[in-house]
Structure formats: structure tokens, C-alpha cells
């Protein structure tokens, strides 16, 4: 079988990934534009821009790019942008600013500029009042006030919706604000013209500009509450990251702080005494960043742990639900693993780190929910390149509807249509104090409809649809123990059609234990068996080989002296034992190596391979001697995970290095026919399979926890690994189970279908916006039906579309809070 390489991309010696803080964006026009700007930068290879949490990811060579230099050139065009750096890189770095604060600063303004806006809105509103025969309040009908009213919206709250439309359209990447600026503008333009020349017989329309910074900034405040709400897992996420931890031995390790000067932390006296096994020891505290590998820290009851390590001393409880999302408390004691964030609960212990910093699982975790909500869906990527041309088209599309109602529609149409028009666009409009009459003006209403197609084209809506999705997903997933890589994972589970499961350690426990040991020869006995075997096993850590060491152990058999040991992946084991050449492998291996099986043998292995036990045949000298079965016993959960992916409609496939009848046993327990067990399969063919499979037409996912299924696992267009396995698989899945959960692959599944529906849903939703407000904004329905909208109305309806968008990926969280994990539906 031809093996087929994996896909994954080898990346240069010296490409490395920058994460940095993106202020300014607006809407997915400004995502397409700062993901221009930094792929033309030199040296870059990629970029991926998240509107949501205004971070970029970027994929540069550090012989040709600098960060500061990436990150300034995205400043001057209007996108105030700092780089992440690494702790302890040389040079000064830029603080990152804490995307919880940030968020809250960026919420408040957004609350004081619509309080501002909001004032001058309803001040406006009430000097119309006395048009509908309602309360006349003297001065607030003077046209030269609404004047002012229209000046300080825009001076006030809508100065940075101005500054950042002219500063995009200036850089050539318009935007939204462009949008809003050019028709806010042209509306109060036209307004002053009419007021300081009365003689030409316009209506003034002040309230027009006042009434479009107002619905917008109230959209937007709404949006940002609701972006905030999206993201405040993630938040949480991050909160749960401790800021110091207790350095006991301080004598000695005071000396390798890198900070001066450290003080001695108040020691808090526990309810119990003897609950405080190092109150005669010094402790000073330091930031938790400042550990190092190796030292031990003092944490008491009720603090969270701060890095990940090994207890040394001490017995408690250990909250891990922010790891696994399981609330129930772990019993943990000497030589047993904590990981940081997780919450200490009733004894103090200490604790020797292993990881630290950026190497904790949590700091893992966070960077991989952050990978993920800033990952795209192919799907999203059609939507920037749209918006990328979107606010073009729309300027395009507005200078024609002027053109076309002042040369074409209003001579064409008369005298009555522009009268209509006038009276629905105006009849909440102030007077004048003007003598002069006012007349309809077919240079009002042709500047009134442009105004109003500038202002409902909303790019906001695209650019949304599909982070929002993604950050509530993927955040619902990390509380539930559930890591999912990005968007573009989340759209090829959609597609998914077939699941292959590894069986040992995936399927299975992963602890084989010996079942049975049969000597073929009477120079041995079954002790003796097993003393060949585990002589040539002891050098070895595969689980067969660990099954056999442990029954050794049980039988008290110590291995004899061996040596020129060699290990064939996937087949068997051979050493020196006693002067004599000993095999422990597969059938296959055996025939590989000219050994004979007689049939005696073969019936015998049969036999025990029908029961779904593994056989390693025993060879010394060249002479089959026994055979040894041992038997991985099946995660109680596996059966019904099967079962419940059947009835998704998933085609479901077992695959394993066992003989078919063993194979064929396990999957008969399972509910799976003889059909879709791939059996006899080597590590270095696993890839090969799954090309094999992928070769038919069909969407596959592979299952696997171990270093040999990382090919197969990055072959596959899902990978999904078990938090339990190596780190070379959970590096090379899209989806990685922390609780190590079989039932967690269908979550995953119905989470993932789940989370792409809303973003098709967004995506739908956001495109018929545009596509049916823009024609009606730009007066298709004034000739037929006299439907007309002002541009205060279509400002109104571009801050639902945002929010509507927002709101509906909101849902989603909704939609599982109230379902227990494994009973997930489609939506």
C-alpha cells in the first residue's frame, strides 16, 4: 500500500506567527483592507483579521519583517495597531492592552456619544411637534437652533464616524463610515445652502443628519453590548490565568528573580492548623509568569493554581470544570498532575512546576479558542472579498440614483411623483423662516434618495455574520471542553461524511491487559513464556508491551538479560535472550521472517481472535513457542457514540493494526458491520487509508489519540484528538476533546453544524439586506407604490441589520444553555 504524505504545510525555519491588537475596524471593508495592507507588507506570507476581537494573526519570515514595522504600517492608514511579543524578547515591548478593558472603554464611549447624540435627537424631535397640531415649545421650531442641533451631532458624537469615513477614503479603503460620512455631510450641506439662500426655495432638512448619527450610534452601541456579550467566555477564559504565585524555598530562589527586590507575602493562617504543612517555611509571591521549571510553589485552599505541575506534598480537591467543564471536584495527592487556573478547594499542597507561561495547558487552551475565533470559514472569505468592493459599488450605485431621479425619474414621471416624494420624505421636517415659498425640488429629493442608499448599504452586516458565530461557538465549546480550531474547521464537519475511529486508546482504554498464555512447545512452560516475553518487551513502551510487563509484575517474573534490541513499527519486537533470537510480533511479521504457523497455531490464534483478543505470537530460535492474547477493554461510552453517530446520518469506520477476526469481533460489540472495519493497518498506512477513503468523493474525520495517527489525523479534513494523547496529535487535529470524552466527538459535531448554520444564516440574511434595501432606498418602489425611505429611516434599518446579526449569533448560546452535552441538536 502506497502511503500518502500528510498535508500539512512544512513552514520555513524562520516563519513565525504575530498576533497583534487592531483598533479602528469598522466593518468587513476594513478587515479586507488592513488584511491588504499586511500582506503587502515585506516579508509577510499571510494574514487573518477578526473584527470581532480586533486581532490579527500573522504569518511572517523575522529575517525580512519586523513587527514594529508591521505594526506601524497598519497605524498611518488609519488602524492603530501594536504588536503581541513574546515574554522576554529583546527590546522594549508594547504592552497589549487587555481586550477586557479595551472592550469596556470602547462600550463606554460608545454610551456617552449616544447619550450626546441622543439629547440632541430628541431636542430636535420635539421643535417638529408643532407640525402634527401637538405642544409648541417656544424657540425650538427656530431653524437657525436645528442648525446648531445638526452641527454639534456631527462636531460631537459623529466627529469619529467623519474622521475615519475621510481618513478610509483618503487611504483608498473606504468603509462604512465613509458611508454614513458622505451622506451625513451632503445632508447638512445641502441644509446650510438652503438657510443661508432662501430665495431658492429649499426646505431645510437639519434634522436629517441628527436623526442618522443617532440611529447609527444607537446600532452601534447595541452592537458593541451584544460583541461583548459574544466574547465574555473568552473573557473568562483569560480571567482564570493567575497573576501571582507562592515561591517556598525563598532563601535560595531569591537570588534568580529577575525583579528587585521581592517581598515576603503575608501567610494566611487556615481554619485548621494541620491543614498547614509549610507554615514554618518563607514564601514570598511573584508573578506567576516569573516561575520557572522545576521550582516549587505553595498554593493554599481556595487559590487557583498558577502553572502546571506535579504535587509534591499535600492531599486537596481541585476544581477543573474550567479545563474539562465537569463541576465535580478532582481528589488529587502526591505525584498527581494540576493544571494552572484550575481552583484549589480544601488543603494546601505544594507543588513542583513543569510548565510555565506560555507552555500551561490553560495558556494553550486560550491561545487556541484566540487561533480559532480568528481562523476563517471559506464562506466568510467570499463575504470580505464582497465587502471588499462592497463600499465602491455602493458609492457607484448612490451617484447613479442621483443621476437617474434628477435627468430621468422626476421629468419622466412629473410633477406628481415629486410631489409624493416630497411630502414623504418632508413631512416631519422643519420650516423655514424664509418669505420666500418652498417648492418640491427635484434636486432635494434626487440628493435625499442618494443619501438614503449611502446610508442602508451596511458591509457591517457581512463582516459580522461569521466571527460572531465563531466566537460564541467556539467559547460554548471551550466551557465545555471542546476546542475547535477555527471557522474553516467548523465548515468542513458541516460536510462531513464518514468517521473513521482508531480502535487502541481511542475506542478503547488504551490498558490492555493479559488474557491468556499458551505454550506451543514443551520447552516451555507458561511462566517461562511470559520471562521470554517481557525480556524483550522491557525496552519498549507500546500498551501491548506494557500489558505484558504488568502481568510479569503480577506473577513476580523478573525479565531475563537481553540486548540488540530492534523494533519493527506496527509488527513485533525481536531481541537477544540467552543466546538466542527472540520474536514477539504479528502473523504478518512472522511470515516476513519465514517463521512457520502450523495449524494447530492458527486455530488456536482464531479462536482467541474471535473473542476480540489481540495475539502476539512468541518465536525464539526460528521455532513458533507460544502465544500470548491480551485484550483492551472498550470505553463504556464508545457503543453509544457509535450508535448516536450512526443516526446522524455518518458513515462510521473502525480502524486497527489487529488481524480482521479481532477487528471484526470488536466492531460486532460496537454495531458496526465487517464492512467498515479496515484492519491489518500499519501506523505508516493510516494516512494511506484515509487518502484512500478521500479518493471515493468522501468528507472524512479521523479519531485518534497517539503519535502514529498524527498523519492520518492531519491526512483527514477533520482531525479530532483526545486531550489524553500526545501532544503531536493534539497539535495536528481541528478538534481536540479535553475531558477525553468518546460522546464529546458528537458534541463537537452537532456544536460545529450548530455554529456554521448561524453563520450561514448571518451570511443569508445579511446579503437579502442589501439586496433588497438597496433598490428600495434608491425609490424602485416610488413610481408603483409611493414607498419611499428618508435617510433617518434607512439609517435606522442599517443599525438593525448589525444588530440583527449579532443578536441571532447569540442565539446559539441559547440554544445549548438548557440542553445537557450529550443531547446537542441540529439547529
Given at each position: 500500500?502506497?502511503?500518502?504524505?500528510?498535508?500539512?504545510?512544512i513552514?520555513?525555519?524562520t516563519?513565525?506567527t504575530?498576533t497583534?491588537?487592531?483598533?479602528g475596524m469598522?466593518c468587513?471593508g476594513?478587515?479586507?483592507?488592513?488584511?491588504?495592507?499586511?500582506?503587502?507588507?515585506?516579508?509577510?506570507?499571510?494574514?487573518?483579521?477578526?473584527?470581532?476581537?480586533?486581532?490579527?494573526?500573522?504569518?511572517?519570515?523575522?529575517?525580512?519583517?519586523?513587527?514594529e514595522?508591521?505594526?506601524?504600517?497598519?497605524?498611518?492608514?488609519?488602524f492603530?495597531?501594536?504588536?503581541?511579543?513574546p515574554?522576554g524578547?529583546?527590546?522594549?515591548?508594547?504592552q497589549?492592552?487587555?481586550?477586557?478593558?479595551?472592550?469596556r472603554?470602547?462600550?463606554r464611549?460608545?454610551i456617552?456619544?449616544?447619550?450626546?447624540a441622543?439629547?440632541?435627537l430628541?431636542?430636535s424631535?420635539i421643535g417638529?411637534?408643532?407640525r402634527?397640531?401637538?405642544?409648541?415649545?417656544?424657540?425650538l421650531?427656530?431653524?437657525w437652533?436645528h442648525w446648531?442641533?445638526?452641527?454639534?451631532?456631527?462636531?460631537l458624537?459623529?466627529?469619529s464616524?467623519?474622521?475615519?469615513?475621510?481618513?478610509?477614503?483618503?487611504?483608498?479603503?473606504p468603509?462604512m463610515?465613509?458611508?454614513?460620512?458622505?451622506?451625513?455631510?451632503?445632508?447638512y450641506?445641502t441644509?446650510?445652502?438652503?438657510?443661508?439662500?432662501?430665495?431658492?426655495?429649499?426646505?431645510?432638512?437639519?434634522?436629517?443628519p441628527?436623526?442618522?448619527?443617532?440611529?447609527?450610534?444607537?446600532?452601534?452601541?447595541l452592537?458593541?453590548?451584544?460583541?461583548?456579550?459574544a466574547?465574555?467566555?473568552?473573557?473568562?477564559?483569560?480571567?482564570?490565568?493567575?497573576?501571582?504565585?507562592?515561591?517556598?524555598?525563598?532563601?535560595?530562589?531569591?537570588?534568580?528573580?529577575?525583579?528587585?527586590e521581592?517581598?515576603?507575602?503575608?501567610?494566611?493562617?487556615p481554619?485548621?492548623?494541620?491543614?498547614?504543612?509549610?507554615?514554618?517555611?518563607?514564601?514570598?509571591?511573584?508573578?506567576?509568569?516569573?516561575?520557572?521549571?522545576?521550582?516549587?510553589?505553595?498554593?493554599?485552599?481556595?487559590?487557583?493554581?498558577?502553572?502546571?505541575?506535579?504535587?509534591v506534598?499535600?492531599?486537596t480537591?481541585?476544581?477543573?470544570?474550567?479545563?474539562?467543564?465537569?463541576?465535580?471536584?478532582?481528589l488529587?495527592?502526591?505525584?498527581d498532575?494540576?493544571?494552572?487556573?484550575s481552583?484549589?478547594l480544601?488543603?494546601?499542597i505544594?507543588?513542583?512546576?513543569?510548565?510555565?507561561?506560555?507552555d500551561t495547558?490553560?495558556?494553550?487552551?486560550i491561545?487556541?479558542?484566540?487561533?480559532?475565533?480568528?481562523?476563517?470559514?471559506?464562506?466568510?472569505?467570499?463575504?470580505d472579498?464582497?465587502?471588499?468592493?462592497?463600499?465602491y459599488?455602493?458609492?457607484?450605485i448612490?451617484?447613479?440614483?442621483?443621476?437617474?431621479?434628477?435627468?430621468?425619474?422626476?421629468?419622466?414621471?412629473?410633477?406628481?411623483?415629486?410631489?409624493?416624494?416630497?411630502?414623504?420624505?418632508?413631512?416631519?421636517?422643519?420650516?423655514?423662516?424664509?418669505?420666500?415659498?418652498?417648492?418640491?425640488?427635484?434636486?432635494?429629493?434626487?440628493?435625499?434618495l442618494?443619501?438614503?442608499?449611502?446610508?442602508?448599504a451596511?458591509?457591517?452586516?457581512?463582516g459580522?455574520a461569521?466571527p460572531?458565530?465563531?466566537?460564541?461557538?467556539?467559547?460554548?465549546?471551550?466551557?465545555?471542553?471542546?476546542?475547535?480550531?477555527?471557522?474553516?474547521?467548523?465548515?468542513?464537519?458541516?460536510?462531513?461524511?464518514?468517521?473513521?475511529?482508531?480502535k487502541t486508546?481511542?475506542?478503547?482504554?488504551?490498558?490492555?491487559?493479559?488474557?491468556?498464555?499458551?505454550p506451543?512447545?514443551?520447552?516451555?512452560?507458561?511462566?517461562?513464556?511470559?520471562?521470554?516475553?517481557?525480556s524483550?518487551?522491557?525496552?519498549?513502551?507500546?500498551?501491548?508491551?506494557?500489558?505484558?510487563q504488568?502481568?510479569?509484575?503480577?506473577?513476580?517474573?523478573?525479565?531475563?538479560?537481553?540486548?540488540?534490541?530492534?523494533?519493527?513499527?506496527?509488527l513485533?519486537?525481536?531481541?537477544?535472550?540467552n543466546q538466542?533470537l527472540?520474536?514477539?510480533g504479528?502473523?504478518?511479521?512472522?511470515?516476513q521472517?519465514?517463521?512457520?504457523?502450523?495449524?494447530a497455531?492458527r486455530?488456536?490464534s482464531?479462536?482467541?481472535?474471535?473473542?476480540?483478543?489481540?495475539?502476539?505470537?512468541?518465536?525464539?530460535?526460528?521455532?513458533?513457542?507460544?502465544l500470548?492474547?491480551?485484550?483492551?477493554?472498550?470505553?463504556?461510552?464508545?457503543?453509544?457514540t457509535?450508535?448516536?453517530?450512526?443516526?446522524?446520518?455518518?458513515?462510521?469506520?473502525?480502524?486497527?493494526?489487529?488481524?480482521?477476526v479481532?477487528?471484526?469481533?470488536?466492531?460486532?460489540?460496537?454495531g458496526?458491520?465487517?464492512?467498515h472495519?479496515?484492519?491489518?493497518?500499519?501506523?505508516?498506512?493510516?494516512?494511506?487509508v484515509?487518502?484512500?477513503?478521500?479518493?471515493?468523493?468522501?468528507?472524512?474525520?479521523?479519531v485518534?489519540?497517539?503519535?502514529?495517527?498524527?498523519?492520518?489525523?492531519?491526512?483527514?479534513?477533520?482531525g479530532i484528538?483526545?486531550?489524553?494523547?500526545?501532544?503531536?496529535?493534539?497539535?495536528?487535529?481541528?478538534?481536540i476533546?479535553?475531558?477525553?470524552?468518546?460522546?464529546?466527538?458528537?458534541e463537537a459535531?452537532?456544536?460545529?453544524r450548530?455554529?456554521?448554520?448561524?453563520?450561514?444564516?448571518n451570511?443569508?440574511?445579511?446579503?437579502?439586506y442589501?439586496?433588497?434595501?438597496?433598490?428600495?432606498?434608491?425609490g424602485i418602489?416610488?413610481?408603483?407604490?409611493?414607498?419611499?425611505?428618508?435617510?433617518?429611516?434607512?439609517?435606522?434599518?442599517?443599525a438593525?441589520?448589525?444588530?440583527?446579526?449579532?443578536?441571532?449569533?447569540?442565539?446559539?448560546?441559547?440554544?445549548?444553555?438548557?440542553?445537557?452535552?450529550s443531547?446537542?441538536?441540529?439547529v
Amino acid at each position: 500500500m502506497q502511503v500518502v504524505q500528510n498535508r500539512v504545510p512544512i513552514s520555513e525555519p524562520t516563519s513565525e506567527t504575530l498576533t497583534l491588537d487592531v483598533g479602528g475596524m469598522k466593518c468587513a471593508g476594513c478587515v479586507k483592507a488592513v488584511e491588504e495592507q499586511l500582506t503587502q507588507q515585506p516579508g509577510v506570507v499571510s494574514a487573518t483579521v477578526n473584527l470581532i476581537t480586533e486581532v490579527a494573526l500573522v504569518q511572517y519570515n523575522s529575517e525580512q519583517a519586523d513587527p514594529e514595522a508591521i505594526a506601524q504600517s497598519l497605524t498611518e492608514i488609519g488602524f492603530p495597531s501594536q504588536p503581541r511579543l513574546p515574554q522576554g524578547q529583546a527590546g522594549t515591548p508594547i504592552q497589549a492592552i487587555d481586550p477586557v478593558e479595551r472592550q469596556r472603554q470602547a462600550t463606554r464611549q460608545q454610551i456617552q456619544r449616544f447619550a450626546v447624540a441622543a439629547t440632541l435627537l430628541l431636542l430636535s424631535t420635539i421643535g417638529h411637534f408643532h407640525r402634527f397640531g401637538w405642544i409648541t415649545v417656544p424657540g425650538l421650531s427656530n431653524m437657525w437652533l436645528h442648525w446648531g442641533f445638526a452641527t454639534i451631532a456631527l462636531a460631537l458624537p459623529g466627529r469619529s464616524i467623519l474622521m475615519d469615513g475621510w481618513r478610509g477614503l483618503r487611504h483608498g479603503n473606504p468603509n462604512m463610515n465613509t458611508l454614513v460620512g458622505l451622506g451625513t455631510t451632503t445632508a447638512y450641506t445641502t441644509s446650510v445652502i438652503a438657510l443661508l439662500l432662501p430665495q431658492l426655495g429649499w426646505e431645510c432638512f437639519f434634522d436629517e443628519p441628527v436623526m442618522l448619527v443617532g440611529f447609527i450610534l444607537l446600532g452601534r452601541t447595541l452592537e458593541q453590548q451584544a460583541k461583548h456579550k459574544a466574547t465574555e467566555a473568552f473573557h473568562s477564559l483569560i480571567s482564570l490565568q493567575p497573576a501571582t504565585a507562592r515561591l517556598i524555598n525563598a532563601e535560595s530562589a531569591a537570588a534568580s528573580l529577575e525583579f528587585p527586590e521581592p517581598q515576603a507575602a503575608p501567610t494566611p493562617q487556615p481554619d485548621n492548623p494541620s491543614d498547614q504543612p509549610f507554615n514554618s517555611q518563607r514564601a514570598i509571591e511573584i508573578p506567576a509568569e516569573a516561575v520557572k521549571v522545576g521550582e516549587q510553589l505553595w498554593v493554599l485552599p481556595g487559590e487557583k493554581i498558577p502553572v502546571d505541575g506535579n504535587i509534591v506534598t499535600g492531599q486537596t480537591t481541585v476544581n477543573e470544570s474550567m479545563l474539562t467543564g465537569e463541576a465535580m471536584p478532582v481528589l488529587k495527592g502526591g505525584g498527581d498532575r494540576v493544571v494552572a487556573g484550575s481552583l484549589n478547594l480544601s488543603g494546601a499542597i505544594v507543588l513542583e512546576a513543569t510548565r510555565t507561561g506560555r507552555d500551561t495547558t490553560l495558556a494553550q487552551i486560550i491561545a487556541l479558542v484566540e487561533e480559532a475565533q480568528t481562523r476563517k470559514a471559506p464562506i466568510q472569505r467570499l463575504a470580505d472579498t464582497i465587502a471588499g468592493y462592497f463600499t465602491y459599488g455602493v458609492m457607484t450605485i448612490a451617484a447613479l440614483t442621483f443621476l437617474f431621479w434628477y435627468f430621468i425619474g422626476i421629468p419622466l414621471w412629473g410633477e406628481h411623483l415629486l410631489t409624493t416624494g416630497h411630502s414623504l420624505l418632508h413631512a416631519a421636517h422643519t420650516v423655514t423662516a424664509s418669505p420666500h415659498p418652498l417648492t418640491p425640488s427635484p434636486l432635494l429629493l434626487s440628493l435625499e434618495l442618494m443619501i438614503a442608499v449611502l446610508v442602508i448599504a451596511c458591509p457591517c452586516a457581512l463582516g459580522l455574520a461569521t466571527p460572531t458565530a465563531i466566537i460564541v461557538g467556539s467559547s460554548l465549546g471551550a466551557e465545555r471542553g471542546l476546542l475547535i480550531r477555527g471557522g474553516d474547521v467548523l465548515e468542513k464537519v458541516h460536510q462531513l461524511q464518514t468517521i473513521v475511529f482508531d480502535k487502541t486508546g481511542t475506542l478503547t482504554q488504551g490498558s490492555p491487559t493479559v488474557t491468556d498464555c499458551i505454550p506451543l512447545s514443551d520447552a516451555f512452560s507458561a511462566l517461562e513464556l511470559i520471562q521470554l516475553a517481557v525480556s524483550v518487551e522491557c525496552g519498549t513502551q507500546h500498551p501491548i508491551a506494557r500489558a505484558i510487563q504488568q502481568y510479569a509484575q503480577q506473577q513476580q517474573i523478573s525479565p531475563s538479560l537481553a540486548q540488540a534490541f530492534h523494533t519493527e513499527p506496527g509488527l513485533g519486537v525481536s531481541a537477544q535472550v540467552n543466546q538466542q533470537l527472540v520474536l514477539l510480533g504479528t502473523a504478518t511479521w512472522l511470515e516476513q521472517q519465514h517463521v512457520a504457523i502450523d495449524e494447530a497455531a492458527r486455530m488456536q490464534s482464531q479462536i482467541l481472535a474471535a473473542a476480540g483478543k489481540s495475539i502476539v505470537y512468541v518465536v525464539a530460535d526460528g521455532q513458533l513457542v507460544g502465544l500470548v492474547a491480551v485484550q483492551d477493554q472498550l470505553r463504556e461510552d464508545a457503543k453509544s457514540t457509535i450508535d448516536q453517530l450512526q443516526a446522524m446520518g455518518l458513515n462510521v469506520m473502525l480502524l486497527t493494526g489487529d488481524q480482521s477476526v479481532a477487528a471484526e469481533a470488536v466492531a460486532r460489540s460496537l454495531g458496526l458491520a465487517a464492512d467498515h472495519v479496515l484492519s491489518n493497518v500499519r501506523p505508516a498506512e493510516k494516512s494511506a487509508v484515509i487518502a484512500q477513503l478521500q479518493q471515493t468523493g468522501q468528507q472524512v474525520a479521523m479519531v485518534g489519540d497517539g503519535i502514529n495517527d498524527a498523519p492520518a489525523l492531519a491526512q483527514a479534513e477533520v482531525g479530532i484528538a483526545l486531550h489524553s494523547g500526545t501532544d503531536v496529535a493534539a497539535e495536528t487535529a481541528g478538534i481536540i476533546l479535553m475531558r477525553d470524552r468518546l460522546l464529546d466527538v458528537v458534541e463537537a459535531i452537532h456544536l460545529s453544524r450548530a455554529t456554521f448554520n448561524k453563520i450561514r444564516q448571518n451570511l443569508f440574511w445579511a446579503l437579502i439586506y442589501n439586496l433588497m434595501g438597496i433598490p428600495i432606498a434608491a425609490g424602485i418602489l416610488l413610481p408603483s407604490l409611493g414607498i419611499i425611505l428618508s435617510p433617518a429611516t434607512a439609517g435606522a434599518f442599517m443599525a438593525f441589520s448589525s444588530v440583527s446579526v449579532v443578536t441571532n449569533s447569540l442565539l446559539l448560546r441559547r440554544l445549548f444553555r438548557n440542553q445537557q452535552s450529550s443531547t446537542y441538536e441540529v439547529v
